[in-house]
């Protein structure tokens, strides 16, 4: 894996989430296609696989209409951060179902929703949740994959495991006959500074380094958005988590 980005900086941040007034905005299908443009440039500055890199398109606040652009467009996974409203979406789009993923936070009277509607959880940061999303999965359905989110820059207002809890909910996870454990999730303080960048999601890179030792199942690195994605990719990530690039400035968030 690369070692440092070197004396390279990203010059170029497009800015494809701000629309210039009386310009048409760009359909979901061409943000797509340049966000996945940005993710091969990044795999192959970085000596990374080529396609080693997954694009989630993170749908919260954006209906299900652009959605099916998205679909349209070649995107068949999905983020959602709040429960409510993906089920809405999930139901509207049953007839051909994405891959729909969980990455908001988790409170505990929305665990069965969240294990009969979706595909992943990145965002399990407790073992009381992680216990009913095991128990409610429905059997016809196949284990639930999860992440656990870590706390990175340990901001107060942030969920999210401090380092030194991981290993620990990460074992006993694997206990649970319902979960299937993937990987990590990080969600670092948002920071223009590719370096700043790199060096935060090394760190998330480390633990997994050392989680994966005893867990060689785990295949997955959560991290890295519309603002950070080539620095994340340079740093290991397997799945970036993308909205703005793709949807647009949109609500709050
Ligand atoms: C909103 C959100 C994203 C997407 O962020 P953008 O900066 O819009 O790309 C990614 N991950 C999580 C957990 C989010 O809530």
Known sequence: MHDGPGIITIAVIMNSG???PGKPAASPETRLEQVRQRIRDAEHRYERVPGS?????????VPASVLQQAMAGGQH????????EALEKIALLDRTPPEWHFIGPVQSN????????????????RLKIARRLSEQRPPALPPLNVCLQINISGEQSKSGLSPGEV????????DLPRLRLRGLMALPARSRDFDAQFNVFCSVRDIFNDIVQHHPDMDTLSMGMSGDLEAAIAAGSTLIRIGTAIFGERGPR
């Open 18 to 20: 701000t629309d210039h």
């Open 53 to 61: 890199v997954r694009l989630l398109a993170v749908s919260k606040h």
């Open 77 to 84: 996974c999905f983020g959602e951060s709040y429960v409510q």
């Open 110 to 125: 929305k665990t069965r929703d969240i294990a009969e509607h979706f595909d992943w959880v990145h965002s399990v940061d």
């Open 167 to 174: 290993r620990k909910l990460a074992d006993d996870i694997a």
